[in-house]
C-alpha cells in the first residue's frame, strides 16, 4: 500500500504570494489533517477534513485554508505568505477506526518563503 | 483543552545505556496516548499508542512506554539504546470524547553516542 504523499517536496516563494500544497492519503483513508512544524514551536495543528468537510480547525489566521476533495486527496492553501510561514508542512491520514487510530505522515513540504 | 510536554529538549545517552524521553499530558477524559519518531528530512513514524488495558506498552524497534495516570505520564523507554535511535520523538495525546486532534508536544531529540 502507498504511503502519504505530499507534493511537492520543496518550495520557495516570495511574502505576499500564495501557495498550495497537496496530499494524498494511504487509499482508504478519509481523515487527513494538516501540521506545521517548526523548530521552536514543534507541530502545530491547523485543520482535519473528514469526508470533505473540516472537522477540526487549530488556532491559525485566516490566510490558512484547505480543502479535501471526493477521492479523500485533500489540499492547503496560504495566501499572503509571511517570513514566519517558513516551516515544514505535514500532512497526516487515517482510517476511520476512531480516534485511537493511529495517523500515518507523509514526508512533508518544505516552504521557505523569502 | 488537551496538551503534551516533553520537558527535555535534548537527551544524550550512550549506545547500550536504557533510554528514557519523557511525556506528561493534560486531559479532561482518559487518555489515548500516542509516540512518534522522524528521522531527519522525514515525516513522522507511529512508534506505539495507549489505549486502554496493560500500562506497559511495547511498540516498533524495541521500543516501550509506560502509562501512569497519577503522574499524567507517558514516557518512551528502551532497555539497550542504538546509534539509529537517534532522531526526534514526539509524543501525542487525543481527549475522547469526540473526534479531537492529535496534538503533539514540541519533541526531544535523542542522540546516542557511540
Known amino acids: 500500500k502507498a504511503g502519504v504523499t505530499q507534493t511537492p517536496r520543496y518550495l520557495i516563494k516570495t511574502r505576499g504570494q500564495q501557495v498550495t500544497l497537496s496530499c494524498s492519503p494511504i487509499?482508504?483513508?478519509?481523515?487527513v489533517s494538516w501540521y506545521q512544524q517548526t523548530p521552536g514551536q514543534g507541530l502545530q495543528f491547523l485543520f482535519e477534513?473528514?469526508?470533505?468537510?473540516?472537522?477540526n480547525k487549530g488556532n491559525f489566521p485566516g490566510r490558512f485554508s484547505g480543502r479535501q476533495f471526493s477521492n479523500s486527496r485533500s489540499e492547503m492553501n496560504v495566501s499572503t505568505l509571511e517570513l514566519g510561514d517558513s516551516a515544514l508542512y505535514l500532512c497526516?491520514?487515517?482510517?476511520?477506526?476512531?480516534?485511537?487510530?493511529?495517523?500515518?505522515f507523509g514526508q512533508g513540504t518544505r516552504l521557505t518563503v523569502v | 483543552a488537551q496538551s503534551v510536554a516533553q520537558p527535555e529538549d535534548q537527551v544524550n545517552v550512550a549506545e547500550g545505556n536504557p533510554l528514557t524521553v519523557k511525556c506528561t499530558y493534560s486531559v479532561s477524559g482518559n487518555p489515548y496516548l500516542f509516540w512518534y519518531v522522524q528521522y531527519p528530512n522525514r515525516g513522522l513514524q507511529f512508534l506505539l499508542k495507549y489505549i486502554t488495558g496493560d500500562n506497559l506498552v511495547k511498540g516498533s524497534y524495541g521500543f516501550e512506554a509506560e502509562f501512569n495516570k497519577s503522574q499524567t505520564s507517558f514516557h518512551l523507554k528502551k532497555p539497550s539504546a542504538l546509534v539509529s535511535d537517534s532522531a526526534l520523538y514526539f509524543c501525542?495525546?487525543?481527549?475522547?470524547?469526540?473526534?479531537?486532534?492529535?496534538?503533539f508536544g514540541k519533541g526531544t531529540r535523542l542522540s546516542v553516542i557511540a
Open positions: 487509499s482508504g483513508h478519509r481523515s
Open positions: 497526516a491520514s487515517s482510517s476511520e477506526g476512531g480516534i485511537g487510530t493511529e495517523a500515518f
Open positions: 501525542a495525546v487525543r481527549d475522547p470524547p469526540g473526534n479531537t486532534p492529535l496534538v
Open positions: 477534513y473528514f469526508s470533505e468537510t473540516q472537522r
